[in-house]
């Protein structure tokens, strides 16, 4: 079946920092990603979706400058969090749509971020 | 925005019992996702409904996309402890537009299952 990765798994940092959180589809090609945030006994909301090789498009209230999203390659897409504060500590997932399986998406283990 | 309503928000079962969720939306969509979560883990797909009035069968699973395409049940037959975690819903939106293929998804359902 589809495999989707999401590294890393787990991230500590300190606050202002950066953090980078990798998403691959590993046997199939995804044209089109998405990125989740979930908080503690919560639903998964969407931030943003990304399109390989053009702008990811972002969800209402959701900052583009401070979730930076990069789909360079059908089986490639990051989140970088800039400037990480407290309350960006979540849970991020993400899902990648494999177009030859009736555009079933299919989602990463998440990342768990918290910020110092 | 669209929204769908998930209940109940939580089952507490005996082991070998059945199972019922639902999900309503004040929308349509074209597809209906039913997912599971395990603590610290992303969504699984359990069952996937792409035409309204589908009944749909995996396992002791079944699911039904509503004839309005604005509902849709799960049922867990014979419940199991392995059952146990977090039922999603989600609704899939068609093609066209910047919103193809987005999920919204219900609130959950948090089932335990006592043995």
């Known amino acids: 079946g589809a495999v989707v990765s999401q590294h890393p798994s787990r991230v500590i940092c300190k606050s202002g920092t950066s953090v980078k959180i990798e998403c691959r589809s590993l046997d199939f090609q995804a044209t089109t990603m998405f990125w989740y945030r979930q908080f503690p006994k919560q639903s998964l909301m969407l931030m943003a979706t990304?399109?390989?090789?053009?702008?990811?498009?972002?969800e209402q209230g959701v900052e583009k400058d401070k979730f930076l999203i990069n789909h360079a390659s059908l089986t490639l897409s990051t989140l970088t969090v800039t400037s990480a504060h407290p309350e960006d500590s979540s849970f991020y997932i993400c899902?990648?749509?494999?177009?030859?399986?009736?555009?079933?998406?299919?989602f990463g283990p998440g990342t768990r971020l918290t910020v110092l | 925005g669209q929204q769908l309503n998930q209940s109940p928000q939580s089952m507490f079962i005996q082991e070998g019992e059945d199972v019922s969720m639902n999900c309503t939306s004040s929308?349509?969509?074209?597809?209906w996702l039913w997912y599971k979560q395990d603590p610290g883990e992303g969504p699984v797909l359990l069952i996937a409904?792409?035409?309204?009035?589908e009944l749909t069968s995996n396992g002791r699973l079944t699911a039904q996309f509503g004839i309005t395409r604005k509902d849709s049940f799960l049922n867990i037959s014979a419940s199991i402890p392995s059952d146990v975690g977090i039922y999603f819903c989600a609704g899939q939106t068609g093609a066209g537009g910047t919103s193809y293929g987005k999920l919204t998804f219900g609130q959950g359902t948090i089932l335990t299952v006592h043995p």
């Open positions: 929308s349509i969509f074209n597809t």
């Open positions: 990304s399109n390989e090789g053009s702008k990811a498009t972002y």
């Open positions: 899902s990648a749509r494999d177009l030859l399986s009736a555009d079933t998406q299919y």
């Open positions: 409904l792409y035409k309204a009035g």
